[in-house]
C-alpha cells in the first residue's frame, strides 16, 4: 500500500553532479524577493568561488538572511537566477534536495537535536541515502564511526561524544551544528551569524575552524561582529537594502564612500 | 535478534513483555481449565474484557508511536480504528447468512430492510476471510495515505493538523450515520454468529480471539520498538525536536511522517478489526471525536513516548472507566477531564516518568 515512487523518491532526486569547471561555484544573478510589497532582495547579483572564504556584511534588513533562504530552497525568488556550479538549478529542487545535491546551512540560532547524543545528531547528518526505507535498515558501518569520530575531533567534541546535544553549551551546539554541516560532505557552507553570543576564546576557535574549512570547501559566513570578519575575511561583500553595495578586501570595503555613508551616515 | 538486543536495554519493554506473557497464559487456563465453581475461575465475559482492554492497548500504542515519537497529535485516530473495525463487520455480517431475521442468504438484515435488491459493490468480497483481512489494513491505511499526503506536503502541522484530524473523524461519522450509506446507519453491524465457522459465543472463539489480541499487540510493539531503535526512529524524534533542521539535513519529513501516520493508523485498524467480534457490535459511534480524545488521554496518563507507557495508560484509564461508569456513570467525563488537566500539569511524563524520576531518587540519595 506503500507506493514505490513514494519510497524512491530520494533516489529520483539525486541532483547532477556539480561542474565546477569555471571555478565558480554558486551564480545568484538578478535575484528579486519582496514580501508585501517590501523588496527583501533587489537585483541581487552574486558570485563564490570555489574553496573561497567569503563574508556577507550589512546592516540589519539587508537582505542577508533572505538570501540564504533563496539559497537553500525556502524561499522562492520573484525574479532572477540561481545556479550551483554549472549545471544545478537552485531554484527548481526543494531544501531536502538542495541539501543532497552539497548545501550545507547553519542557523543563526543554534539547531540541533537536543534529546540525541553528540555523535547520533552527526550520524543523522551523514551523507547517504536518506529515503525512508533505507533509514529503517540502516546499520552504522566503521569507516562511518570513524568519519564521525574524525568530525568530533574537528569540531573539538570528542570529549562530548555520548553526551545529549541538548546539555552542551552554546558555542559547543554551534561547533556541533556546523559538525552536522560537515557530516553532509557539502560543497558549500552557509554559515549564519556563528560567533553570535559566544565567548572571546570560543570566538577564535570559531574563526581557525571555518578558516580550515575554507579551501575544501566553499564557505560563505553572513556576520555582524567586524573583529571576526577582519580576522577571517579575504573578501568582503556588503549588502544594503537587498543589493551588492561594495565588494573587495576588508580595507577596500571599509574606505568605500559608500559604504561608510551607509554604516556611519544619517 | 536486534528487537531483542534492544529490549536488554530497555526495562519497560522487558516488562511489558513479562506481563503480556504472563496475562496471555493466564487468562485462557483460568477461564478454561479452573473449574466453573472454583475462585479463580475466570468467567467468559472477563476474557472477552480483558481482550477488549488489548485492543485499547494497541490503540494506545499506534498514537504514541506518532505523537510521543514524531509529535503529531491526532485527535481522529479512532477512524483508522473503526474503519478496521467496520472491515472486520462485514465479513461477520456476511457470515450470517439465512440466519438474519429476513433470512437473506446473500443481503444484510438492514439491507432488505431498505429494500435493496443487491449488494453494493464495496460489500463485494467481503464474505473471504482473506479479502476481509486485506480490507481491516488497506481501508485504514489508504485513507491516511491520502491524508497524510495532503497534509504533510502542505506543511500543515501543530494544532492544526489535530482539528483537521477531528474534522476528518467527524465527517466519517456523520457519514457512517447515513443509512444510504450502506454501513447499517445509526446501529452499525451486529448480531454477529461466527467467524471463521467458528461461534463467536463459544468459550474457545473467545480464547482463540484474545490469544489473537495478544498476538498482534506483541507484534505490534515489537514492530514499533524496532522502528524506534533504529536510524529512522532517531530521524523522527529529530523531525519532532527540530523540523526544519531535519530538512536541511537532507530528509524528506513529509515522507518520514507519512510512512509514520499510515503505519500507525493501519496497527489502529488491527486493534479495530479485533475489538468488534470481542464486544460484538460496531457502530459510528466509534468515530466520535471524543473517543480519539480518550485515546490521547491514556497515552498522556501513561507516559508518552515509551510504547508500554502508553499500554500502562490505556488499561489504568480503561479499568478507571469501567468502575466509574458503573459506580458513579455522570462523573466520569468530568473525571476524564481532570485527569488530563492533572495530568498535564503535574505528571508532564505520565506515570512512567514519575516512576523513573522517583527510582532515580531513590539511588541517587
Avoid at chain 2, 455480517?93 to 442468504?105: A, E, H, K, L, S
Amino acid at each position: 500500500m506503500i507506493g514505490g515512487r513514494f519510497l524512491g523518491q530520494n533516489r529520483r532526486s539525486a541532483a547532477p553532479r556539480l561542474d565546477l569547471s569555471h571555478n565558480i561555484i554558486l551564480y545568484l544573478e538578478g535575484i528579486s524577493v519582496s514580501f508585501d510589497g517590501f523588496k527583501a532582495l533587489n537585483d541581487l547579483n552574486l558570485y563564490i568561488e570555489a574553496g573561497e572564504l567569503r563574508c556577507i556584511i550589512g546592516p540589519n534588513g539587508a537582505g542577508k538572511t533572505t538570501m540564504m533562504d533563496v539559497i537553500t530552497g525556502k524561499t522562492r525568488p520573484d525574479t532572477g537566477s540561481a545556479w550551483f556550479g554549472q549545471t544545478v538549478d537552485l531554484l527548481s529542487l526543494s531544501e531536502p534536495e538542495i541539501a543532497t545535491a552539497g548545501i550545507g546551512r547553519k542557523f543563526q540560532k543554534p539547531t540541533i537535536f537536543p534529546n540525541h547524543t553528540t555523535f547520533e545528531n552527526l550520524e543523522l547528518a551523514m551523507a547517504g541515502d536518506k529515503a525512508v526505507w533505507k533509514v529503517l535498515f540502516a546499520r552504522i558501518s566503521s569507516e562511518q564511526a570513524d568519519r564521525i569520530d574524525s568530525v568530533l575531533r574537528t569540531i573539538g567534541l570528542s570529549d562530548k561524544r555520548n553526551v545529549l546535544a541538548g546539555s552542551l553549551s552554546h558555542g559547543q551546539k554551534q561547533w556541533l551544528e556546523i559538525g552536522m554541516l560537515l557530516m553532509q560532505s557539502p560543497e558549500l557552507l552557509l554559515v549564519d551569524e556563528p560567533v553570535a553570543g559566544m565567548t572571546p576564546q570560543e570566538t577564535e576557535r570559531t574563526a581557525e575552524l571555518l578558516v580550515s574549512l575554507s579551501g575544501t570547501h566553499s564557505v560563505v559566513v553572513v556576520e555582524h561582529d567586524m573583529a571576526f570578519v577582519r580576522s577571517i575575511a579575504r573578501t568582503v561583500t556588503v549588502l544594503h537594502q537587498g543589493s551588492v553595495l561594495a565588494e573587495g578586501s576588508m580595507d577596500q570595503v571599509q574606505n568605500d564612500p559608500k559604504v561608510i555613508e551607509v554604516y556611519l551616515g544619517d | 535478534m536486534i528487537v531483542r538486543k534492544l529490549l536488554l536495554s530497555d526495562r519497560g519493554s522487558q516488562l511489558f513483555f513479562a506481563v503480556l506473557l504472563a496475562t496471555t497464559v493466564l487468562v485462557p487456563l483460568l477461564n478454561a481449565v479452573v473449574p466453573d465453581g472454583s475462585m479463580l475461575h475466570l468467567p467468559n465475559y472477563s476474557v472477552a474484557l480483558i481482550g477488549k482492554y488489548m485492543t485499547y492497548a494497541l490503540m494506545a500504542i499506534s498514537v504514541d508511536l506518532i505523537w510521543g515519537y514524531c509529535g503529531i497529535l491526532s485527535l481522529g485516530h479512532t477512524a483508522f480504528f473503526a474503519l478496521g473495525g467496520y472491515a472486520m463487520g462485514m465479513y461477520l455480517m456476511r457470515q450470517i447468512g439465512t440466519r438474519g431475521v429476513y433470512g437473506d442468504p446473500v443481503l444484510p438484515d438492514f439491507m432488505v430492510f431498505l429494500n435493496w435488491k443487491e449488494l453494493p459493490w464495496f460489500w463485494q468480497g467481503m464474505d473471504h476471510f482473506g479479502f476481509a483481512m486485506l480490507m481491516v489494513v488497506v481501508a485504514p491505511g489508504l485513507l491516511a495515505w491520502l491524508f497524510g499526503w495532503f497534509a504533510f506536503r502542505s506543511r500543515v502541522t501543530g494544532v492544526y493538523l489535530s482539528i483537521i484530524t477531528q474534522a476528518l473523524t467527524y465527517a466519517l461519522l456523520l457519514a457512517f450515520f447515513r443509512n444510504e450509506m450502506g454501513f447499517g446507519g445509526n446501529n452499525g453491524l451486529t448480531d454477529f454468529k461466527d467467524l471463521l465457522g467458528f461461534d463467536l459465543q463459544a468459550q474457545h472463539t473467545r480464547i482463540g480471539l484474545f490469544l489473537a489480541t495478544a498476538i498482534a499487540l506483541a507484534l505490534s510493539y515489537a514492530a514499533c520498538r524496532y522502528i524506534i531503535g533504529s536510524r529512522l526512529g532517531r530521524v523522527v524524534e529529530a523531525v519532532r525536536d527540530a523540523e526544519s533542521r531535519t530538512r536541511f539535513i537532507g530528509y524528506k519529513v513529509e515522507n518520514v511522517k507519512l510512512w509514520l501516520w499510515t503505519f500507525s493508523a493501519v496497527i489502529a485498524g488491527i486493534a479495530g478489526a479485533l475489538y468488534v467480534p470481542q464486544v460484538g457490535i460496531i457502530n459510528p459511534g466509534e468515530f466520535a471525536p471524543i473517543n480519539s480524545i480518550e485515546v490521547v488521554v491514556w497515552v498522556a496518563v501513561g507516559g508518552r513516548g515509551t510504547l508500554y507507557g502508553a499500554a500502562l495508560g490505556a488499561l489504568l484509564v480503561n479499568y478507571a472507566k469501567t468502575y466509574f461508569t458503573a459506580a458513579l456513570p455522570e462523573v466520569w467525563l468530568y473525571a476524564l477531564g481532570a485527569l488530563f488537566v492533572g495530568v498535564t500539569l503535574f505528571l508532564p511524563q505520565g506515570i512512567v516518568g514519575l516512576i523513573t524520576k522517583l527510582a532515580r531518587n531513590r539511588t541517587t540519595s
